[in-house]
């Protein structure tokens, strides 16, 4: 199983930027995928979920700015993320569920992880 992120950059705020993550070996399309980010010095945290029935969940801080789809033909999970800020820098990870979680948004619940891809947002 290979969960692989991609999109990150450097933009300023107000910017936008599309992360992808590509799996393989994995189908999500039956399972809760998740999307969390770790800043320096700083616990992973969730910032947004997906459901099989394509319900979507997002922390405070990002609702509103972020969006959570997915292409099951793909295998392709993406986040969205407009009006950035500079406390949104920080590495994104997506991430798939344990069998027994209903869906990935605790760290806890979380089987497969990506390796990352880096935000930063500059003021």
């Known amino acids: 199983v290979q969960l692989v992120e991609s999109g990150g950059g450097s933009v300023q705020a107000g910017g936008s930027l599309r992360l992808s993550c590509a799996a393989s070996?994995?189908?999500?399309?039956?399972?809760?995928m998740g999307w969390f980010r770790q800043a320096p010095g700083k616990e992973r945290e969730w910032v947004a979920s997906?459901?099989?029935?394509?319900?979507?969940s997002y922390a405070e801080s990002v609702k509103g700015r972020f969006t959570i789809s997915k292409d099951n033909a793909k295998n392709t999970l993406y986040l969205q993320m407009n009006s950035l800020k500079p406390e949104d820098t920080a590495m994104y990870f997506c991430?798939?569920?344990?069998?027994?979680?209903?869906?990935?948004?605790?760290?806890?619940?979380?089987?497969?992880w990506g390796q990352g891809t880096q935000v930063t947002v500059s003021s």
């Open positions: 070996g994995y189908t999500f399309s039956s399972v809760c």
């Open positions: 997906i459901g099989r029935d394509d319900s979507t």
């Open positions: 991430a798939a569920p344990r069998p027994w979680a209903s869906c990935a948004r605790i760290v806890g619940a979380v089987r497969y």
